[in-house]
């Protein structure tokens, strides 16, 4: 087997419960599942074997079979999204090439994120993991910038070398850019789509692994990987005019429904 998609969904989210199951109107009206709507995605992404849902909650099991989607259940005590995937992976009993961890908040995430995420991956071979990055517009850089001044804990950022390894991850908005950005203008900030490929065994070594302390602090599992010294290739995604934003918290509701409304997203 070569590609699996594993989507992490959680019912006791901290500071969205029960956010797998919100429903959210497209551009026609038409309500649908967090988990459904990421699902969708995941099975719009061409060269993938499987697509599993992989949860704690019967809530979101039930709900996930009941649109045809394939369920594995694990444990309440994974701490994050990788770990899940790690031990849905266990408990499927496969070794495929790559793992994608396509988390279940991310329902606006094209296609081409993760066929060149994957891709990236593969052209790397000494890389075990691998996340997508999306240059910030000026308007994109101007929302993250106005979550964190209203309190909220919103889009992640990220910052990389000449190589594309990844040098941190953050909450806050990094770099730090003197001035404003216009904005239909580039800025240097990138988004860190919240998708990641991992290689089986790096995957394993992960979960033995104890939580990192900036893991702990900024909520950011893929740190764990930087604080052990394993490197994170960040490969960089083209928006092709798609609005992207993952759903964090509850004000996020209306913003993707807004997105979704302007691309035609039903």
């Given at each position: ?96 090439e790559i793992v994608v961890n396509l988390q279940g908040d991310a329902p606006l995430t094209p296609a081409w994120f993760v066929e060149d995420l994957v891709a990236g991956l593969r052209a790397a071979p000494d890389a075990q993991v ?72 790096a995957l394993g070594e992960y979960a033995t692994w104890p939580e990192g302390s900036l893991e702990k602090l900024e909520g950011l599992e893929q740190l764990r990987f930087l604080e ?39």
């Amino acid at each position: 087997m070569s590609v699996v998609i594993v989507i992490p969904a959680r019912h006791a989210s901290t500071r969205y419960p029960g956010k797998p199951l919100v429903e959210l109107r497209g551009a026609g009206g038409q309500a649908r599942s967090l988990i459904r709507r990421s699902w969708d995605a995941a099975m719009a992404v061409s060269g993938v074997d499987r697509v599993v849902v992989a949860t704690d909650d019967d809530r979101i099991r039930d709900h996930a079979k009941g649109f045809g989607a394939e369920v594995v259940m694990t444990s309440t005590e994974c701490r994050n999204g990788t770990e899940r995937c790690a031990e849905a992976i266990a408990n499927l009993g496969i070794t495929p090439e790559i793992v994608v961890n396509l988390q279940g908040d991310a329902p606006l995430t094209p296609a081409w994120f993760v066929e060149d995420l994957v891709a990236g991956l593969r052209a790397a071979p000494d890389a075990q993991v691998a996340t997508p990055v999306l240059r910030c517009s000026g308007r994109m850089r101007a929302d993250l910038i106005a979550d964190r001044h209203a309190g909220r804990v919103g889009g992640t950022t990220a910052v990389f070398g000449h190589d594309g390894q990844a040098l941190y991850f953050s909450k806050e908005v990094i770099p730090f850019v003197p001035g404003e950005v216009a904005d239909d203008a580039d800025s240097p900030v990138f988004h860190h789509v919240g998708v990641y490929a991992y290689r089986p065994a790096a995957l394993g070594e992960y979960a033995t692994w104890p939580e990192g302390s900036l893991e702990k602090l900024e909520g950011l599992e893929q740190l764990r990987f930087l604080e052990r010294g394993r490197h994170v290739l960040c490969v960089q995604v083209q928006a092709r005019g798609r609005q992207f934003w993952e759903l964090n918290n509850p004000q996020d509701v209306e913003r993707l429904e807004q997105m979704m409304s302007e691309m035609g997203l039903h």
